[in-house]
Nanobody, 116 residues
Framework: QVQVVESGGGLVQAGGSLRLSCAAS????????MGWYRQAPGKQREMVAS???????NYADSVKGRFTISRDNGKNTVYLLMNSLKPEDTATYYC??????????WGKGTLVTVSS
């Protein structure tokens, strides 16, 4: 089992920034990828950003140029820096720890609210 804990959410005005953190109980170097997802009320969960063990990143079109995913292997932590936030970024943000062998592990999420 891998425990994943997100933090850093909160209330921010449009145009502001937040940095989310995702701490894992197992070395993130053991994962094949780490990802951030979000789910707004009444909507399906969607991928926001991901980073592979080799450092390759992928972003949803809606956040490209505004969000940056990074990882600190020494701290077993993945970050999501969110700049130029928009009201439509309001959602609960989830972190996923993915492995080929034992599957995916999800955190409980952190709420981000962007006011206009």
């Amino acid at each position: 089992q891998v425990q994943v804990v997100e933090s850093g959410g909160g209330l921010v005005q449009a145009g502001g920034s937040l940095r989310l953190s995702c701490a894992a109980s197992r070395s993130i170097s053991s994962s094949n990828s780490m990802g951030w997802y979000r789910q707004a009320p009444g909507k399906q969960r969607e991928m926001v950003a991901s980073i592979t063990s080799g450092g390759r990143t992928n972003y949803a079109d809606s956040v490209k140029g505004r969000f940056t995913i990074s990882r600190d292997n020494g701290k077993n932590t993945v970050y999501l820096l969110m700049n130029s936030l928009k009201p439509e970024d309001t959602a609960t943000y989830y972190c996923k720890y993915s492995t080929y062998v034992t599957g995916d592990y999800w955190g409980k999420g952190t709420l981000v609210t962007v006011s206009s």
